[in-house]
C-alpha cells in the first residue's frame, strides 16, 4: 500500500491485516507514521513489513519491489495510493505563470511512479495467474480545482493508465 504511513493508506493496510495479510508498508518521509501504521497492522492480525518509497525516483521503485520480493515472493495486490502534493500557488500566481518545474515533479510522482509500480509487480502477477492493482485517484478528476492543475492532471493519466490496464 503506497502511501500507508497516514489517513487513507492506513486504513487500506489495516484492512487487509484484518484478513490477515502480509501488508508492506510504504512511507516517503513520514517513518514514524509508517511505523504507527506497522504498530496497527499487526494488532489487527497482520504481518507488516515497512519499506521506504519514493515515487518520483526509478531507483527508489526499483529498490522497494526488490526489498519486497526478495522478503515476501510476489505482489498479489498493489494499491497505489501515494500521493506527492504540489501545493497551492503563490500569490498572484496564475495558470500561465505556476513553474513548469512543479508540473512535471507532479506528473513524475503522482503518474509515473504509479506507473513503473505497476509495471514492477504485474509481471509476477500474470505468472502467478492472479493480482489486483488498486489505483486511488480524486474527484478532482471530474470537478477540477483551481490551481492544481498538475495533480489533477496527473490523477486523470491514472484513470487512463487503469482502463487501459483493465482491458
Known sequence: VTGSSSRIGRATATAFAREGAKVVVTYY????GAEETATEV???GGLPFVVPLDLSEGASIDAAVQTVQDALGTVSVLVNNGVAWPGFPGPGE?????PVARFRGSLKANLEGHYLLTRAVVGGMRAAGWGRVVHVSTGLVEDGLPGVSAYVTAKAGLHGLTRTMSR
Open 42 to 44: 499487526e494488532a489487527e
Open 94 to 98: 496564475l495558470f500561465e505563470t505556476a
Open 29 to 32: 518521509q513520514n517513518r514514524a
